[in-house]
T-cell receptor
Framework: GAGVSQSPSNKVTEKGKDVELRCDPI?????LYWYRQSLGQGLEFLIY????????KSGLPSDRFSAERTGGSVSTLTIQRTQQEDSAVYLC??????????FGPGTRLTVL | QKEVEQNSGPLSVPEGAIASLNCTYS??????FFWYRQYSGKSPELIMS????GDKEDGRFTAQLNKASQYVSLLIRDSQPSDSATYLC?????????????FGSGTRLQVQP
């Protein structure tokens, strides 16, 4: 079946612009996670959605970052007034009731 | 102190040898641990999960967990050049119900033909 999909695969933007990154989880997966990975680094947790519960936003690095998940499926991560330090690969993962998280291919964000 | 720590490597082993990858974690409440493999430019893929003390084997891979020492390891037997990748250790940190993972920075493994 289809895995986690993300779009766009690459995004180049200018400092100060807003960007939206999209994640389509595996059908039926109730949990959705956003992480980011800077060059040569491990993954940094950003935000976690589980069903209809309030999201865990504890990993968001600043109030410029926000995310929503509509209808319990697709999620959008929005970064406002992008900064150069926001450049990274943004990874989305989803899981069912098990612990296994399946990752999408990521969106490579470059802020000039 | 990072919550999940790994030696960044690179760890270089000859083809056919055993590769041993290690990871320590700081949260004694962590119950679930994972090893992901990440090829350059690709997203992580799950190799092993482990929840109980002891060993868990799956093919050429063995995960080992020692909660008293807060230590997780991954052994790869009969290493192949295709195993060359970065291996990420991850733990559920922050108590039950918080399913997001905390990752180490990864160990780069190089298997020499």
């Amino acid at each position: 079946g289809a895995g986690v999909s993300q779009s766009p695969s690459n995004k180049v933007t200018e400092k100060g612009k807003d960007v939206e990154l999209r994640c389509d989880p595996i059908s039926g997966h109730t949990a959705l996670y956003w992480y980011r990975q800077s060059l040569g680094q491990g993954l940094e947790f950003l935000i976690y959605f589980q069903g209809n519960s309030a999201p865990d936003k504890s990993g968001l690095p600043s109030d410029r970052f926000s995310a929503e998940r509509t209808g319990g499926s697709v999620s959008t991560l929005t970064i406002q007034r992008t900064q150069q330090e926001d450049s990274a690969v943004y990874l989305c993962a989803s899981s069912s009731n098990t612990d296994t998280q399946y990752f999408g291919p990521g969106t490579r964000l470059t802020v000039l | 102190q990072k919550e999940v720590e790994q030696n960044s490597g690179p760890l270089s082993v000859p083809e056919g040898a055993i590769a041993s990858l290690n990871c320590t974690y700081s949260d004694r409440g962590s119950q679930s641990f994972f090893w992901y493999r990440q090829y350059s430019g690709k997203s992580p893929e799950l190799i092993m999960s482990i929840y109980s003390n002891g060993d868990k084997e799956d093919g050429r891979f063995t995960a080992q967990l020692n909660k008293a020492s807060q230590y997780v390891s991954l052994l790869i037997r009969d290493s192949q050049p295709s195993d060359s990748a970065t291996y990420l250790c991850a733990a559920e940190v922050g108590g039950t119900g918080r399913r997001a993972l905390t990752f180490g920075s990864g160990t780069r493994l190089q298997v020499q033909p």
